[in-house]
């Protein structure tokens, strides 16, 4: 469902959105071959928590937090608020990749690459 939501608008992602959703779904399919293939058994509910968990794996690994505002954007409208808050596994495939991203922003800021709230310097250069 949501493969082809994404293939359906991915032409309105930036250049770098473009590849983080060929890679992320990419990813996301690879991580269910198991599955698919018959080397691993589960009941559908099982596979569905299973799916859950790898999205924030492959959305971060792809480089979510890197993608410009108007990429999380498209993300967001595409999804939509059912997507992201919809079931418990959603909300916390959601709740792990925005961490992930609040992470990474925190480790930028204390390694100077942006500034904080306060202004401080931001470059190692500067």
Known sequence: HYCRKFQSVQQKFSDQG????????YCLQSKLVPYATGQKQASCDAIRKYAFGTHPFCYLDNGLCTLPPSDWLLILDTVGVEG???SVEALIATLEAAGGCVEFYLWLIRNHF????????TSKDA
């Open 84 to 86: 992201l808050f919809g």
């Open 114 to 121: 942006i500034e904080n709230a306060e202004g401080r310097i």
């Open 18 to 25: 473009k590849v983080w959703v060929s890679n992320a779904m």
